[in-house]
Nanobody
């Protein structure tokens, strides 16, 4: 079992920055690929970013590429999503997730564990 807890969400101005954190319980954090998804009201859950077990490979959804940076600190069992140049369309509940699939995956069904989500609101 993996318990994931997101934090760092909140209200931010357009163009601003925010860093989300996801802390995983247990000692097997480094064995999982990790990802971020988001879901806005009335929308399906959308892939945001993924990172490999060792943190050397990352992949981003087209809507956030160049603005968001995914990283992990396995010693701290923590996943980070640095979000820069935020836009109102980034407003959503953000979820971190863990997958045992090798490499990277953008598919919801390939993620085994999910956090509770943290609200990010980008507004003036």
């Amino acid at each position: 079992q993996v318990h994931l807890v997101e934090s760092g969400g909140g209200l931010v101005q357009p163009g601003g920055s925010l860093r989300l954190s996801c802390v995983a319980s247990g000692r097997t954090f480094s064995n999982y690929a990790m990802g971020w998804f988001r879901q806005a009201p009335g929308k399906e859950r959308e892939f945001v970013a993924a990172i490999s077990w060792e943190g050397k490979s990352t992949y981003y959804g087209d809507s956030v590429k160049g603005r968001f940076t995914n990283s992990r600190d396995n010693a701290k069992n923590t996943l980070y999503l640095q979000m820069n140049s935020l836009k109102p369309e980034d407003t959503a509940v953000y979820y971190c997730a863990a997958s045992r699939v090798s490499g990277l995956t953008t598919l919801i069904q390939e993620y085994d564990y999910w956090g509770q989500g943290t609200q990010v609101t980008v507004s003036s």
